[in-house]
Each structure stands twice: as C-alpha cells, then as structure tokens.
C-alpha cells in the first residue's frame, strides 16, 4: 500500500505520525511511504532520516496526498489539508467529530473513510492510541497549570506545592482515567492537596494509592461545586468515547473560584467537561473567564513533540501494518474505532451525538 506522512499544520503542532524507525519497518513489509517534505523536523527527525529508513520524501502536500491510499497524520485536518483529501483516502488520525460538526459535515462531503485514533477500542474497552496522549496530557495539564497560577502569568501567586509556613495548593481534578490519573500523580509528587472525581471506585482506589494528600470522590453534585469553590487548579478530564464531553462544572461553579485560579480542561477536544471552555491554541492559548486563567489547547501534547511522536508512533505501528492489509476490518478495535465510512456517519456515539 502506498502511505502518506503529511505535515502537520495546525498552529505551533510539531508532531509527526510515524518516525523513521516505523517508516523503515513498513518499507521492509513492502509498502511504499511518502513523507511530507519537514513533516518530523520539529520533532527532531530529519527528512534525512527518512530517507535512510526507505522512505520517499515529497515537495509539499499535494504530491503527499496525491501519492496516498492510505494517509497516517496526527491532527483532524484543517483547512490546507481539506483541499487534498479525496473520496478514495482511508484517513487515520486524531479526529474528535463529536465537537466539530463543520468538520465532520466537510468529510462527509469528500465521501472518505475516517477512523479515528481515540475511537479504536479493544475487546477490553481499552483505547491504545489515546492512551499515550492522555498520558502526556495529563501531566502537562499539572505543569501547565502550576505556572499559570504564577503571578506573572495571571495567577494568584501561588506555589502549588506549597513549603514550610505557606500552605499547599488545592487541584481538583474531574475524571481519573488516563489523563486525569496522570495529572493527580504529577499534582501528588509536587506536594499538592489533591481531590479527584470519578465514577469508577477501582480508579478512585488508584488515586488514593497515590499518596496521602490524594482523595478519591464520587462526583456528587455538591461534592464537586464544593471542592471547585476551594480549587486553586481545576482540571478536566472528563472522556466518553466518540461522544460531547458532558459539563460535569458549569459557569457558576467557576464563578465560585477565587480570581487568579486556574482551569485547565484537557477534555476540550471533545467540547469540554467545563462550561466555560472553549478551544485555543498554543499561538493564544489562555483567556480569562469568570475572574478564572482558561488553558484549553485543543492539542496538549503538541508541546512536546519529541517526546509524543516518539510515544505515538510506537503504539501506532501494528495498526498500520493492519491497515496497509486489504482484511484490515477483521480487526475488531480498528473496526469500532470508524467514525465516517465512504461518506456515511458510522460511530453509533457519534452518531448520536450529532442527531
């Protein structure tokens, strides 16, 4: 099969879907890759590089896209990518449909077929490809928000982690699934006064495992409009696969908030849990809503796309393999993960979500 790698454009995003290591075992399977002219550069991979594993590496987009059946990006596509996707391309990437129904409408349009990485599910209810991000996110959601509750930033002044004769800070985290449960470990080993909210009893046991400055709650309605009044970062990580996050805080619980707290709501890729969220990016990526710092990038881990790429493209290597092979929906978590088949809603979440 013939792979495309295009660039990624989406504002500051120095991801890259496949680094050459991956690209040269596709290449020994038989395939052609075709690497977008820079497409690694920001993650630290020359098109040198891509070249030495077998790849080809093309001028600019049009010749990435008008080579390939099979297009492996990170990000949903934007509008420079819209203009090359064709109806025969079998799109793998990060898509969230659910909130972007403009999107969704134009790849309908095209008459593609999209699976989407945070919608591939095992047997086990796992989600492999969202995972390592969630991971990333996660933690960067914590640093993130330990800085912006630095003065100069628009924070109240605060070290999250606190010392002796200056009290901790209070992160209050909403799901403790992956990127939640990373960000409570990161909030944790700071010193922090953590409180996370999550339905799942096994999960809330993990998080008190964390530490002693960690409790693990129900989400109670009163409980969360409690501890969000009391927050000095609140984080949101709230995930239902291939569906709208629901608004577990609303804007008047984030009207309690003392003026210079911080949100960072890591699930603003599905719409976000929080009611005041709405998408920025890396280029203007915090506004003030509510007396309250607002950090809601759409691509967290895009920070460090080193780091990301590297953890990206490891987990998303077999399914390649899987996808460059004609009896690649036999394969059950590739299946469940197809948003848009030739042209036509597929996702029963998704398709419920935009009914």
Request: aromatic share 4%; glycine share 10%; proline share 5%.
């Amino acid at each position: 099969m013939q792979i495309g790698i295009p660039r990624e454009i989406k504002p500051l995003e120095g991801r890259v879907a496949l680094n050459p290591e991956a690209c040269g075992d596709l290449v020994q399977a038989g395939h052609s890759v075709f690497v977008e002219h820079n497409a690694g550069k920001l993650s630290g991979y020359s098109n040198e590089r891509y070249k030495a594993a077998g790849a080809t590496v093309t001028a600019n987009p049009g010749e990435t896209y008008g080579q390939a059946q099979l297009v492996v990006k990170v990000k949903e596509p934007v509008a420079g990518d819209l203009a090359y996707l064709q109806k025969d391309h079998l799109l793998f990437c990060y898509l969230h449909l659910a909130a972007n129904p403009e999107l969704t409408h134009k790849l309908q349009d095209i008459g593609l077929t999209g699976i989407a990485f945070e919608t591939v599910e095992t047997d086990e209810h796992a989600l492999p490809l969202l995972a390592p991000m969630s991971d990333i996110a996660g933690r960067l959601a914590t640093q993130i928000g330990s800085n912006l509750l630095h003065q100069p930033a628009g924070g109240k002044g605060l070290l999250l982690g606190g010392l002796p004769g200056a009290e901790r800070g209070r992160v209050v985290i909403i799901g403790a699934g992956n990127a939640g449960g990373n960000a409570a470990a990161m909030a944790a080993a700071m010193g922090a006064e953590v409180t996370v909210f999550d339905l799942n009893r096994e999960r809330l046991a993990e998080m008190r495992r964390l530490g002693n400055n960690v409790t693990g709650l129900y989400p109670y309605q009163d409980a969360v409009r409690q501890a969000v009044a009391g927050a000095d970062l609140l984080i949101g990580a709230v995930l239902k696969t291939g569906d709208r996050s629901p608004h577990v805080v609303t804007r008047s619980m984030v009207a309690t908030m003392a003026a210079g707290s911080v949100i960072v709501d890591i699930s603003v890729d599905q719409g976000g849990c929080i009611e005041t969220t709405r998408p920025t990016t890396y280029e203007a990526p915090t506004y003030l809503e509510e007396g309250v710092v607002h950090f809601t990038v759409t691509n967290i881990p895009g920070a460090v796309p080193r780091s990301a790429s590297q953890a990206l493209s490891a987990v998303l290597l077999p399914y390649v393999h899987q996808l460059a092979e004609t009896d690649w929906k036999a394969n059950p978590a590739l299946g469940r993960g197809v948003n848009i088949e030739a042209g036509q809603l597929v996702h029963p979440a998704l398709k419920e979500s935009l009914a």
